[in-house]
């Protein structure tokens, strides 16, 4: 019973040692490209914006900054975010690039007509995106006033 195990054990381990050591034997692994590198850390800072903003968002709520300061670092990061997209947008693979063109132009547009079709607007407390048929908030669980045609 012992040795059945310790096979079992020993055969994982081989297993798991030949799958890690398969993209290096293959020549699958590829070291990323100077492009590469750039889009990913701009992805980054855009993602570090965001973050940025959503903070910030909720410090004015919260009454922490006043309404000059929060309009003037917000439109600083809507900037800098703005820049990292034209970037992104120049630096993007043609795949996304094709994207914004022709039929996928198309598809792209009746999805957003089919969620546009499914919301029912914001939630009064916290601002979360309602879905028709909620009858509460799924942030915050307020209750959601129903709306008579």
Known sequence: ????AL???AGMAVLAAAYIAR??????????????RRLSTLYAERD???SLISELDVDYTLG???????????????RRG????????????TAEAGLRAGSDQDSLEARIAQLR????????KCGNPLVLGDRFCSSCGQPVPEVRA
């Open 1 to 4: 019973m012992d040795w059945m």
């Open 7 to 9: 096979l079992l054990v």
């Open 23 to 36: 993209p290096l034997i293959v020549g699958e692994a590829h070291e990323p490209g100077a492009r590469e």
């Open 48 to 50: 570090q914006v965001l």
């Open 64 to 78: 922490k900054i006043l309404p000059e300061d929060y309009q003037a670092q917000r439109a600083e990061y809507v």
């Open 82 to 93: 703005a820049d990292l997209l034209r970037s992104i947008d120049e630096l993007a693979p």
């Open 117 to 124: 079709a499914r919301a029912a607007g914001f939630c009064a």
